[in-house]
């Protein structure tokens, strides 16, 4: 008999007030039900080790345990090292730089007993209007970002982590959000393959462990329209027949609206199934997912023997990751240098840093209030002046301003850039002060190209995202350079 459940791979979500307690009955009936891994979403470090490793005393089978660590451990857990986008990253020209990475967020997720990482992320930055790529990705090139693809997979599995190529075909085309809708890319096959496939060959050539699907359509790829995660004609024929991918294939979560469309979640889960997923990442009703491949299966929808592979997949992976332990765990040096990356990526993108004789006044502008997904995990906009504050640094009004400016790519954030309403302010907080004779400088916490936007702004510095990790950085950076 197929064991189903060892198909699913739900979600366990931390709360800053229950810890993992809230999530505890959904997590004993998923283990009850014997699921194939977990994907975790936040968490303290020492509570993420403790989760981990009662999960697997408790499982029958091998656990995947993944979590998306894009930007390093620190992405998702508190105590862990937070890293630059990947783009900033990449942006350093150092392949070096590249392993380093990919190697630290490594080995703090296996001393955590995480086991499988979500990235990297292969798409490309191909359209500036993208609402969810930009500095996920290695850049817009794709033989440099093949190359930074290629050598982050190297470096992150030979820590005995699992990487994820995602998201397959390529996400980089899109003019609209996934998480909420279905987008739709309409290149050619030429400009596909040539291209946005080119970093996940070179993943597929590296031995990559898995790979993630797009909620994305490809009409020049499946005339059907159908979402790549849910397409026989791009999973089957294209990735396993032509492109020889032979590991691990998840979809991308069976929440988001990209899959969704026309469809309930037992039917999303048979259908991704169907087209050649092996696994279904965080379906709600568990329940209910298994109960529907089970009728699948009883109408024959399914063809046996593939199912059993994918279980055989799943298994070989679960028992290649290497096991939670000390060994090889972050030294004191490799922390400093996550650190330091944080600061080295940090750079001017208009005018100069101005010189700060006296105190700082620092203005919190947020501009990322109105996404949608609430739950995922956002860094306190605190965390710049309280890492100024600890740094010695002298906050008081009426001194040079300093804009925090918070603006990033989000799930469910539906625009590409600054509210005008958020333009505005900053455009007035920089008129005034320039009329009192206040040195200025924006602080972007976000990506560099929406500078262009801050017309009004005479002098703009990027730190690329508001993780706590780019605050903290970019708190060190000022400090440095101009005071």
Known sequence: MIAYAQLLIPTIWWDDKT????????????????????????????????LTKELRQRSRIPLLIAADMERGAGEQFVGATGLPPVGAIASLGDMDVIRRAARLTAREARTMGVNWDFAPVCDLDLDTNNPIVGTRAFGSDPVRASECAAEWIAACQSEGVLACAKHFPGHGRTESDSHCALPVVRATVAELTDVDLAPFRAAIATGVASLMTAHVAYPALDSSGQPATLSREILHWLL??????DGLVISDAMTMGGVREGRDESEAVVEAIRAGCDLVLDPVDLPGAIAALEAAAKDRRFDDERLHQSLRRRLKWAQWASPPNEYRRPSLTDLAWGDQLAERVIHVVRGAVPRCDGPLDVLVVDDDDDHDDHRQPRASRDVFVASLRSAGVKLASGGALIVALFGDLAPGRKRVGYAPETLAAIAAACTTAAQKGRPTLVVQFGPPRWASALTDAPNVVSAWGGDRSMQAAAARWLKRTAL
């Open 240 to 245: 396993r027949q032509r492109l020889k991918f």
């Open 19 to 50: 810890g993992f307690a809230g999530a505890k009955p959904r997590t004993d009936a998923a283990l009850q039900l014997g699921v194939g891994g977990f994907i975790l979403r936040g968490g303290e470090r020492e509570a993420v080790r403790a």
